[in-house]
Protein backbone atom coordinates (compact mmCIF):
# COMPACT_ATOMS: atom_id res chain seq x y z
CA UNK A 1 0.00 0.00 0.00
CA UNK A 2 1.45 3.33 -0.83
CA UNK A 3 0.94 6.37 1.25
CA UNK A 4 0.39 9.65 -0.26
CA UNK A 5 -2.26 12.52 0.59
CA UNK A 6 -5.09 11.09 -1.85
CA UNK A 7 -4.99 7.76 0.72
CA UNK A 8 -5.35 9.44 3.69
CA UNK A 9 -8.44 11.71 2.17
CA UNK A 10 -9.89 8.70 0.99
CA UNK A 11 -9.39 6.55 4.12
CA UNK A 12 -10.98 9.57 5.76
CA UNK A 13 -14.32 9.06 3.59
CA UNK A 14 -14.04 5.24 4.07
CA UNK A 15 -13.95 5.05 8.36
CA UNK A 16 -9.72 4.15 7.78
CA UNK A 17 -11.09 0.82 7.62
CA UNK A 18 -8.49 0.07 4.94
CA UNK A 19 -5.43 0.52 6.35
CA UNK A 20 -2.94 -2.61 6.55
CA UNK A 21 -0.15 -3.26 8.91
CA UNK A 22 2.88 -1.83 7.77
CA UNK A 23 4.92 -5.12 7.35
CA UNK A 24 4.04 -8.70 7.19
CA UNK A 25 5.50 -10.68 10.16
CA UNK A 26 6.94 -13.81 8.44
CA UNK A 27 8.29 -16.99 10.40
CA UNK A 28 12.07 -17.20 9.49
CA UNK A 29 12.92 -19.55 6.33
CA UNK A 30 15.49 -22.32 6.90
CA UNK A 31 18.42 -20.19 5.29
CA UNK A 32 18.44 -16.48 3.49
CA UNK A 33 20.97 -15.14 1.33
CA UNK A 34 22.09 -12.53 3.72
CA UNK A 35 20.91 -11.87 7.38
CA UNK A 36 21.23 -9.12 9.13
CA UNK A 37 21.76 -9.03 13.12
CA UNK A 38 19.77 -6.06 14.41
CA UNK A 39 16.66 -4.74 13.73
CA UNK A 40 17.51 -0.76 14.89
CA UNK A 41 17.73 1.90 11.91
CA UNK A 42 21.14 0.66 10.97
CA UNK A 43 20.20 -2.60 10.25
CA UNK A 44 16.90 -1.54 8.88
CA UNK A 45 18.63 0.30 6.53
CA UNK A 46 21.36 -2.23 5.79
CA UNK A 47 18.26 -4.30 4.57
CA UNK A 48 16.59 -2.20 2.58
CA UNK A 49 19.60 -0.84 0.61
CA UNK A 50 20.64 -4.76 0.49
CA UNK A 51 17.60 -4.87 -1.93
CA UNK A 52 16.78 -1.85 -3.33
CA UNK A 53 20.55 -0.88 -4.64
CA UNK A 54 21.83 -4.27 -5.58
CA UNK A 55 18.87 -6.73 -5.88
CA UNK A 56 19.34 -9.34 -2.63
CA UNK A 57 15.98 -9.47 -1.53
CA UNK A 58 16.13 -12.97 0.13
CA UNK A 59 17.46 -11.23 3.03
CA UNK A 60 16.29 -11.54 6.95
CA UNK A 61 16.44 -8.66 9.87
CA UNK A 62 16.64 -10.67 13.10
CA UNK A 63 15.22 -8.95 16.21
CA UNK A 64 15.79 -9.92 19.67
CA UNK A 65 12.83 -7.25 20.87
CA UNK A 66 10.56 -5.22 18.71
CA UNK A 67 11.54 -3.27 15.04
CA UNK A 68 13.57 0.42 16.24
CA UNK A 69 13.75 -0.60 20.39
CA UNK A 70 16.49 0.38 21.01
CA UNK A 71 19.14 3.88 20.09
CA UNK A 72 16.96 4.32 16.84
CA UNK A 73 13.74 4.98 19.65
CA UNK A 74 15.87 6.45 22.80
CA UNK A 75 18.08 9.57 20.76
CA UNK A 76 17.78 13.08 20.26
CA UNK A 77 17.08 13.16 16.96
CA UNK A 78 19.61 15.47 15.44
CA UNK A 79 20.73 15.35 11.79
CA UNK A 80 24.06 17.18 10.72
CA UNK A 81 26.96 16.85 8.15
CA UNK A 82 28.92 19.12 10.26
CA UNK A 83 32.09 17.07 10.31
CA UNK A 84 35.85 18.19 10.08
CA UNK A 85 37.74 14.75 9.54
CA UNK A 86 38.66 13.33 5.56
CA UNK A 87 36.89 9.69 6.30
CA UNK A 88 33.78 10.98 8.27
CA UNK A 89 33.25 14.38 5.98
CA UNK A 90 32.28 12.63 3.38
CA UNK A 91 30.57 10.13 4.89
CA UNK A 92 27.67 12.58 6.80
CA UNK A 93 27.67 14.47 3.95
CA UNK A 94 26.63 11.37 2.03
CA UNK A 95 24.15 10.82 4.39
CA UNK A 96 22.77 14.44 5.01
CA UNK A 97 22.10 14.16 1.10
CA UNK A 98 20.29 10.62 1.82
CA UNK A 99 18.65 12.24 4.32
CA UNK A 100 17.48 15.07 2.18
CA UNK A 101 15.54 12.26 -0.54
CA UNK A 102 14.51 9.69 2.25
CA UNK A 103 11.00 10.71 2.65
CA UNK A 104 10.42 10.36 -1.11
CA UNK A 105 12.27 7.07 -1.05
CA UNK A 106 10.34 5.62 1.69
CA UNK A 107 7.26 6.79 0.74
CA UNK A 108 7.18 7.60 4.63
CA UNK A 109 7.13 10.84 6.95
CA UNK A 110 10.02 11.27 8.83
CA UNK A 111 9.18 14.67 9.57
CA UNK A 112 12.84 15.39 8.52
CA UNK A 113 13.09 19.59 9.90
CA UNK A 114 16.02 21.40 8.28
CA UNK A 115 15.86 23.77 11.15
CA UNK A 116 19.83 24.70 11.34
CA UNK A 117 22.34 24.07 13.52
CA UNK A 118 24.19 26.23 15.52
CA UNK A 119 27.31 25.50 17.33
CA UNK A 120 28.60 27.94 20.14
CA UNK A 121 31.73 28.82 20.61
CA UNK A 122 33.45 30.71 23.49
CA UNK A 123 37.08 32.29 22.77
CA UNK A 124 39.12 33.49 19.70
CA UNK A 125 40.66 29.91 19.84
CA UNK A 126 37.51 28.27 19.18
CA UNK A 127 36.48 30.97 16.36
CA UNK A 128 39.36 29.95 14.87
CA UNK A 129 38.63 26.03 14.85
CA UNK A 130 34.76 27.14 13.95
CA UNK A 131 36.10 28.58 11.38
CA UNK A 132 38.24 26.09 9.75
CA UNK A 133 35.49 23.19 10.47
CA UNK A 134 33.05 25.66 8.25
CA UNK A 135 35.45 25.58 5.48
CA UNK A 136 36.13 21.92 5.51
CA UNK A 137 32.21 21.47 5.34
CA UNK A 138 32.13 24.16 1.96
CA UNK A 139 35.11 22.70 0.85
CA UNK A 140 33.03 18.95 1.32
CA UNK A 141 29.96 20.83 -0.72
CA UNK A 142 28.04 21.34 2.39
CA UNK A 143 27.02 25.12 3.83
CA UNK A 144 28.13 26.53 7.23
CA UNK A 145 27.93 30.07 7.92
CA UNK A 146 30.15 31.95 10.73
CA UNK A 147 28.31 34.02 12.92
CA UNK A 148 29.39 36.67 15.03
CA UNK A 149 27.91 37.75 18.34
CA UNK A 150 25.10 39.57 16.83
CA UNK A 151 24.62 37.18 14.09
CA UNK A 152 23.56 34.93 17.28
CA UNK A 153 21.76 37.30 19.10
CA UNK A 154 19.27 37.37 15.91
CA UNK A 155 18.39 33.68 15.49
CA UNK A 156 18.97 33.06 19.60
CA UNK A 157 17.96 36.40 21.17
CA UNK A 158 17.10 34.17 24.26
CA UNK A 159 20.80 33.07 25.36
CA UNK A 160 22.33 34.67 28.00
CA UNK A 161 24.85 36.92 26.45
CA UNK A 162 25.90 37.95 29.70
CA UNK A 163 27.42 34.58 31.18
CA UNK A 164 30.60 35.61 32.51
CA UNK A 165 32.16 32.01 32.27
CA UNK A 166 31.62 31.41 28.57
CA UNK A 167 30.49 34.42 26.99
CA UNK A 168 28.84 33.60 23.64
CA UNK A 169 31.39 34.91 21.14
CA UNK A 170 29.23 33.66 17.90
CA UNK A 171 28.26 30.67 16.40
CA UNK A 172 28.53 27.92 13.42
CA UNK A 173 25.26 27.85 11.75
CA UNK A 174 24.96 24.66 9.55
CA UNK A 175 21.44 25.46 8.03
CA UNK A 176 20.61 22.17 6.40
CA UNK A 177 21.06 20.81 9.79
CA UNK A 178 18.41 19.61 12.05
CA UNK A 179 15.92 17.21 13.19
CA UNK A 180 13.89 13.81 12.16
CA UNK A 181 11.24 12.06 13.76
CA UNK A 182 13.48 8.97 15.08
CA UNK A 183 10.72 6.11 15.34
CA UNK A 184 9.16 6.95 11.81
CA UNK A 185 12.82 6.52 10.23
CA UNK A 186 12.96 3.16 11.88
CA UNK A 187 9.42 2.13 10.14
CA UNK A 188 9.91 4.25 7.47
CA UNK A 189 12.90 1.75 6.27
CA UNK A 190 11.20 -1.46 7.76
CA UNK A 191 8.42 -0.97 5.71
CA UNK A 192 9.94 0.18 2.55
CA UNK A 193 12.64 -2.74 3.03
CA UNK A 194 9.53 -5.25 3.48
CA UNK A 195 8.00 -4.41 0.62
CA UNK A 196 10.65 -5.12 -1.34
CA UNK A 197 10.74 -8.53 0.25
CA UNK A 198 12.76 -8.28 3.00
CA UNK A 199 11.54 -10.83 6.01
CA UNK A 200 11.28 -8.75 9.54
CA UNK A 201 11.17 -11.50 12.35
CA UNK A 202 11.20 -9.86 15.36
CA UNK A 203 11.79 -11.44 18.82
CA UNK A 204 14.25 -13.28 17.30
CA UNK A 205 17.55 -13.47 19.33
CA UNK A 206 20.33 -14.69 17.77
CA UNK A 207 22.48 -17.11 20.63
CA UNK A 208 25.31 -18.09 18.28
CA UNK A 209 27.14 -17.66 14.97
CA UNK A 210 27.85 -21.02 12.89
CA UNK A 211 31.40 -20.54 11.48
CA UNK A 212 32.94 -23.62 9.52
CA UNK A 213 36.45 -23.35 8.27
CA UNK A 214 36.45 -19.21 8.18
CA UNK A 215 33.84 -19.06 6.33
CA UNK A 216 30.10 -17.92 8.08
CA UNK A 217 27.28 -20.50 7.99
CA UNK A 218 24.20 -18.77 9.60
CA UNK A 219 23.47 -18.34 12.59
CA UNK A 220 21.51 -19.88 15.62
CA UNK A 221 18.31 -18.38 17.13
CA UNK A 222 15.82 -18.44 19.75
CA UNK A 223 13.69 -19.21 17.07
CA UNK A 224 15.93 -22.24 15.59
CA UNK A 225 18.92 -22.31 13.11
CA UNK A 226 18.99 -20.13 10.01
CA UNK A 227 21.70 -20.39 7.37
CA UNK A 228 23.22 -17.97 5.57
CA UNK A 229 26.16 -16.90 3.30
CA UNK A 230 26.53 -13.44 4.46
CA UNK A 231 25.69 -11.74 8.41
CA UNK A 232 26.07 -8.61 9.60
CA UNK A 233 25.93 -7.94 12.58
CA UNK A 234 24.21 -4.18 13.58
CA UNK A 235 23.72 -4.35 17.22
CA UNK A 236 24.97 -1.00 18.46
CA UNK A 237 25.59 -1.28 22.23
CA UNK A 238 25.32 -5.55 22.14
CA UNK A 239 28.07 -5.83 19.66
CA UNK A 240 30.72 -7.32 22.38
CA UNK A 241 28.09 -9.99 23.35
CA UNK A 242 27.20 -11.02 19.65
CA UNK A 243 31.00 -10.74 18.38
CA UNK A 244 32.16 -12.96 20.79
CA UNK A 245 30.08 -15.34 19.52
CA UNK A 246 32.25 -15.45 16.70
CA UNK A 247 35.04 -15.43 18.52
CA UNK A 248 36.10 -11.99 18.38
CA UNK A 249 36.83 -8.84 20.99
CA UNK A 250 35.97 -5.61 19.94
CA UNK A 251 37.46 -2.16 20.29
CA UNK A 252 34.20 -1.10 21.83
CA UNK A 253 33.46 -0.08 25.25
CA UNK A 254 29.63 0.62 26.06
CA UNK A 255 28.71 3.17 27.59
CA UNK A 256 25.31 5.27 28.87
CA UNK A 257 24.06 8.69 27.59
CA UNK A 258 21.43 9.92 28.97
CA UNK A 259 18.67 12.57 27.46
CA UNK A 260 15.58 14.08 29.01
CA UNK A 261 12.73 15.93 27.28
CA UNK A 262 9.99 18.70 29.28
CA UNK A 263 6.25 18.90 29.14
CA UNK A 264 5.09 20.01 25.59
CA UNK A 265 5.32 23.94 25.19
CA UNK A 266 4.64 25.90 22.37
CA UNK A 267 6.83 26.62 19.57
CA UNK A 268 10.04 28.74 21.65
CA UNK A 269 13.80 27.00 20.24
CA UNK A 270 13.34 27.01 16.71
CA UNK A 271 16.80 25.84 15.65
CA UNK A 272 18.99 23.10 17.10
CA UNK A 273 21.96 24.39 19.63
CA UNK A 274 24.44 22.62 20.85
CA UNK A 275 26.47 24.99 23.74
CA UNK A 276 29.74 21.86 23.68
CA UNK A 277 31.69 23.85 26.49
CA UNK A 278 28.81 22.91 28.96
CA UNK A 279 28.21 19.51 27.23
CA UNK A 280 24.78 20.66 26.62
CA UNK A 281 22.07 20.60 23.62
CA UNK A 282 18.63 21.38 22.47
CA UNK A 283 16.20 21.45 20.61
CA UNK A 284 11.99 21.70 20.38
CA UNK A 285 10.13 18.48 19.13
CA UNK A 286 6.94 18.97 16.93
CA UNK A 287 4.81 17.69 20.13
CA UNK A 288 6.11 20.95 22.06
CA UNK A 289 8.89 18.81 24.00
CA UNK A 290 11.94 20.64 24.64
CA UNK A 291 14.44 17.60 24.00
CA UNK A 292 17.84 18.22 25.17
CA UNK A 293 21.24 16.18 26.66
CA UNK A 294 24.62 15.77 27.88
CA UNK A 295 27.69 13.76 28.03
CA UNK A 296 28.49 10.41 28.99
CA UNK A 297 28.03 9.61 32.26
CA UNK A 298 31.61 8.14 31.77
CA UNK A 299 31.62 4.53 32.92
CA UNK A 300 31.24 1.05 31.25
CA UNK A 301 26.70 0.27 31.41
CA UNK A 302 24.20 -1.67 30.00
CA UNK A 303 21.41 0.24 32.11
CA UNK A 304 19.69 1.92 29.91
CA UNK A 305 19.61 4.82 32.64
CA UNK A 306 21.89 7.28 33.58
CA UNK A 307 23.38 8.34 37.52
CA UNK A 308 21.61 11.71 39.28
CA UNK A 309 24.82 13.48 38.91
CA UNK A 310 24.75 13.98 35.33
CA UNK A 311 21.64 15.18 35.36
CA UNK A 312 22.63 17.66 37.57
CA UNK A 313 25.08 18.71 35.45
CA UNK A 314 22.94 18.74 32.27
CA UNK A 315 20.74 20.99 34.22
CA UNK A 316 22.81 23.72 35.20
CA UNK A 317 24.24 24.04 31.74
CA UNK A 318 21.06 24.25 30.32
CA UNK A 319 20.21 27.17 33.09
CA UNK A 320 23.56 28.64 32.41
CA UNK A 321 23.00 28.76 28.76
CA UNK A 322 19.41 29.68 28.41
CA UNK A 323 17.58 30.74 31.74
CA UNK A 324 13.96 30.90 30.61
CA UNK A 325 13.64 27.00 29.98
CA UNK A 326 14.05 27.22 33.93
CA UNK A 327 10.52 26.71 34.50
CA UNK A 328 9.99 24.06 31.97
CA UNK A 329 9.04 20.89 34.05
CA UNK A 330 11.17 17.46 32.58
CA UNK A 331 8.91 14.68 32.26
CA UNK A 332 11.41 11.85 31.44
CA UNK A 333 14.82 11.15 31.38
CA UNK A 334 16.40 7.66 29.46
CA UNK A 335 19.90 6.31 28.88
CA UNK A 336 21.14 4.40 25.87
CA UNK A 337 23.76 2.02 25.55
CA UNK A 338 26.39 3.50 23.34
CA UNK A 339 28.80 1.70 21.58
CA UNK A 340 32.11 4.14 21.78
CA UNK A 341 35.15 3.09 20.04
CA UNK A 342 38.22 4.37 21.46
CA UNK A 343 38.73 6.95 18.75
CA UNK A 344 34.96 8.25 18.81
CA UNK A 345 34.41 6.81 14.80
CA UNK A 346 32.27 4.16 14.02
CA UNK A 347 33.35 0.83 11.90
CA UNK A 348 32.07 -0.57 8.89
CA UNK A 349 34.25 -3.85 8.12
CA UNK A 350 34.83 -7.24 7.56
CA UNK A 351 35.96 -9.66 10.08
CA UNK A 352 38.56 -12.51 10.54
CA UNK A 353 35.32 -14.27 9.21
CA UNK A 354 34.74 -14.80 5.76
CA UNK A 355 31.13 -13.79 5.08
CA UNK A 356 30.81 -11.97 8.49
CA UNK A 357 30.59 -8.38 8.64
CA UNK A 358 30.67 -5.70 11.27
CA UNK A 359 28.63 -2.24 11.07
CA UNK A 360 29.09 -0.78 14.95
CA UNK A 361 31.32 2.13 16.93
CA UNK A 362 28.27 4.58 16.24
CA UNK A 363 29.29 6.32 19.69
CA UNK A 364 26.84 8.94 20.63
CA UNK A 365 26.23 9.90 16.77
CA UNK A 366 24.70 6.88 15.29
CA UNK A 367 21.01 8.48 14.25
CA UNK A 368 22.47 11.09 11.87
CA UNK A 369 24.52 8.08 9.86
CA UNK A 370 21.24 5.72 9.87
CA UNK A 371 20.83 6.08 6.06
CA UNK A 372 24.50 6.52 4.73
CA UNK A 373 25.59 3.17 7.37
CA UNK A 374 22.97 0.94 5.85
CA UNK A 375 24.12 2.33 2.23
CA UNK A 376 27.97 1.46 3.04
CA UNK A 377 27.23 -1.88 4.90
CA UNK A 378 24.98 -2.92 2.20
CA UNK A 379 27.54 -2.44 -0.24
CA UNK A 380 30.21 -3.63 1.84
CA UNK A 381 28.11 -7.13 1.93
CA UNK A 382 27.03 -7.22 -1.30
CA UNK A 383 30.59 -5.96 -3.34
CA UNK A 384 33.00 -7.51 -0.54
CA UNK A 385 34.97 -3.89 -0.95
CA UNK A 386 34.28 -0.90 0.96
CA UNK A 387 32.37 1.75 -0.20
CA UNK A 388 34.01 4.69 -1.02
CA UNK A 389 32.86 7.49 2.34
CA UNK A 390 33.23 4.83 4.34
CA UNK A 391 36.65 3.02 3.49
CA UNK A 392 38.75 4.53 6.61
CA UNK A 393 35.93 2.92 9.11
CA UNK A 394 38.24 0.17 9.69
CA UNK A 395 38.23 -2.74 12.21
CA UNK A 396 42.16 -2.58 12.13
CA UNK A 397 42.92 1.16 11.89
CA UNK A 398 43.57 1.28 16.12
CA UNK A 399 46.40 -1.16 15.25
CA UNK A 400 47.97 0.37 12.11
CA UNK A 401 47.25 3.81 13.70
CA UNK A 402 45.02 5.38 11.02
CA UNK A 403 42.69 7.17 13.46
CA UNK A 404 39.78 8.90 13.02
CA UNK A 405 40.13 10.95 16.08
CA UNK A 406 37.45 14.01 15.46
CA UNK A 407 37.69 15.32 18.87
CA UNK A 408 41.56 15.42 19.13
CA UNK A 409 41.48 14.22 22.21
CA UNK A 410 43.16 10.85 21.87
CA UNK A 411 42.25 6.79 21.07
CA UNK A 412 41.19 5.68 24.25
CA UNK A 413 38.24 4.00 25.90
CA UNK A 414 37.78 6.94 28.46
CA UNK A 415 38.23 9.76 26.48
CA UNK A 416 35.17 10.74 24.09
CA UNK B 1 25.88 6.24 42.62
CA UNK B 2 28.40 5.65 45.47
CA UNK B 3 31.72 3.88 45.70
CA UNK B 4 32.76 2.51 49.22
CA UNK B 5 36.49 3.35 48.88
CA UNK B 6 38.77 1.42 51.21
CA UNK B 7 40.38 4.35 52.87
CA UNK B 8 37.94 6.69 52.11
CA UNK B 9 34.51 5.18 53.17
CA UNK B 10 31.33 5.56 50.80
CA UNK B 11 32.47 8.34 48.88
CA UNK B 12 29.98 10.57 45.64
CA UNK B 13 31.09 8.92 42.22
CA UNK B 14 32.10 12.57 41.25
CA UNK B 15 35.04 12.36 43.67
CA UNK B 16 36.37 9.16 41.09
CA UNK B 17 37.51 9.65 37.52
CA UNK B 18 36.98 5.90 35.67
CA UNK B 19 39.67 4.64 33.45
CA UNK B 20 38.32 1.46 32.13
CA UNK B 21 38.38 -2.43 31.70
CA UNK B 22 41.24 -4.07 34.64
CA UNK B 23 42.99 -5.15 31.26
CA UNK B 24 44.76 -2.01 32.05
CA UNK B 25 46.76 -3.87 34.65
CA UNK B 26 48.26 -6.08 32.48
CA UNK B 27 50.56 -4.18 31.03
CA UNK B 28 52.32 -6.10 27.81
CA UNK B 29 56.06 -6.18 27.52
CA UNK B 30 58.11 -3.69 26.25
CA UNK B 31 58.91 -6.34 23.13
CA UNK B 32 55.90 -7.26 22.83
CA UNK B 33 54.27 -7.43 19.19
CA UNK B 34 52.25 -4.71 18.60
CA UNK B 35 49.01 -7.01 18.75
CA UNK B 36 49.61 -7.28 21.98
CA UNK B 37 49.66 -3.43 22.71
CA UNK B 38 46.52 -3.48 20.49
CA UNK B 39 44.54 -5.81 22.25
CA UNK B 40 46.18 -4.17 25.45
CA UNK B 41 44.99 -0.69 24.47
CA UNK B 42 41.74 -0.93 22.72
CA UNK B 43 39.93 -4.46 22.39
CA UNK B 44 37.52 -5.40 25.50
CA UNK B 45 35.40 -8.15 26.47
CA UNK B 46 32.97 -5.31 27.89
CA UNK B 47 30.66 -7.56 29.38
CA UNK B 48 26.90 -7.07 29.96
CA UNK B 49 26.79 -8.22 33.71
CA UNK B 50 29.64 -8.02 36.14
CA UNK B 51 33.16 -6.09 35.38
CA UNK B 52 36.28 -5.07 37.30
CA UNK B 53 37.06 -1.71 36.25
CA UNK B 54 40.12 0.82 37.33
CA UNK B 55 38.82 3.71 38.72
CA UNK B 56 40.96 6.67 40.53
CA UNK B 57 39.71 8.70 43.95
CA UNK B 58 40.88 11.88 42.44
CA UNK B 59 38.99 14.28 44.70
CA UNK B 60 39.84 11.76 47.93
CA UNK B 61 42.71 9.51 48.79
CA UNK B 62 44.36 9.41 45.05
CA UNK B 63 44.90 5.63 45.46
CA UNK B 64 44.12 3.77 42.04
CA UNK B 65 40.93 1.19 42.76
CA UNK B 66 39.50 -1.81 41.45
CA UNK B 67 36.09 -1.58 41.48
CA UNK B 68 34.18 -5.30 40.79
CA UNK B 69 30.14 -4.01 39.77
CA UNK B 70 27.60 -5.10 37.58
CA UNK B 71 27.13 -2.90 34.52
CA UNK B 72 23.37 -3.93 34.01
CA UNK B 73 22.00 -3.17 37.77
CA UNK B 74 24.83 -0.84 38.70
CA UNK B 75 25.29 -2.91 42.11
CA UNK B 76 28.73 -2.67 42.88
CA UNK B 77 29.89 -5.26 45.35
CA UNK B 78 33.47 -4.67 46.19
CA UNK B 79 35.99 -1.96 45.57
CA UNK B 80 39.88 -2.77 46.52
CA UNK B 81 43.00 -1.07 46.35
CA UNK B 82 44.92 -2.06 42.75
CA UNK B 83 48.57 -1.27 45.44
CA UNK B 84 47.23 -3.86 47.35
CA UNK B 85 46.51 -6.79 44.60
CA UNK B 86 48.90 -9.91 45.05
CA UNK B 87 52.20 -9.20 42.95
CA UNK B 88 51.51 -6.06 43.35
CA UNK B 89 54.52 -3.18 43.27
CA UNK B 90 55.52 -2.73 46.97
Same mark, same amino acid.
Given at each position: MRYSGWKVFAEGLRGNKGWKPAWRDPAPKAEYDAIIIGGGGHGLSTAYYLAK &????? &?VAVLEKGWLGGGNVGRNTTIVRA $? !???PGNSEFYSHSLKLWEGLERDLNYNVMHSQRGLVNLFHSDGQRDAFARRGNAMINQGDDAILLDREGVRELL? !????? $???FPIHGGLLHPRGGTARHDAVAWGYARAADRRGVDLIQNCEVTGIDIENGRIRGVQTTRGAIRAGKVGIVVAGRSGQVAAMAGMRLPIESHILQAFVTEGLKPVIDHVISFGMGHFYISQSDKGGLVFGGDLDFYASYAARGNLPMVEHVMEAGMTLMPMIGRARVLRSWGGIMDMSPDGSPIIDKTHVEGLFLDCG? $? !???FKAVPASGWCMAHLMATGESHEVAK?????RFATGHLLDEEGTGSQHNLH | MRLTCPLCGPRDRREFYYYG??? !?? $?RPDAGAPGSAWDDYLHNRDNPAGMTRDLWYHEQGCAQWLIVTRNTVTHAVTAVDLVAGRQGAAT
Amino acid at each position: MRYSGWKVFAEGLRGNKGWKPAWRDPAPKAEYDAIIIGGGGHGLSTAYYLAK &NHGIT &NVAVLEKGWLGGGNVGRNTTIVRA $N !YFLPGNSEFYSHSLKLWEGLERDLNYNVMHSQRGLVNLFHSDGQRDAFARRGNAMINQGDDAILLDREGVRELLP !YLDFD $NTRFPIHGGLLHPRGGTARHDAVAWGYARAADRRGVDLIQNCEVTGIDIENGRIRGVQTTRGAIRAGKVGIVVAGRSGQVAAMAGMRLPIESHILQAFVTEGLKPVIDHVISFGMGHFYISQSDKGGLVFGGDLDFYASYAARGNLPMVEHVMEAGMTLMPMIGRARVLRSWGGIMDMSPDGSPIIDKTHVEGLFLDCGW $N !YGGFKAVPASGWCMAHLMATGESHEVAKRFRLDRFATGHLLDEEGTGSQHNLH | MRLTCPLCGPRDRREFYYYGAED !YL $NRPDAGAPGSAWDDYLHNRDNPAGMTRDLWYHEQGCAQWLIVTRNTVTHAVTAVDLVAGRQGAAT
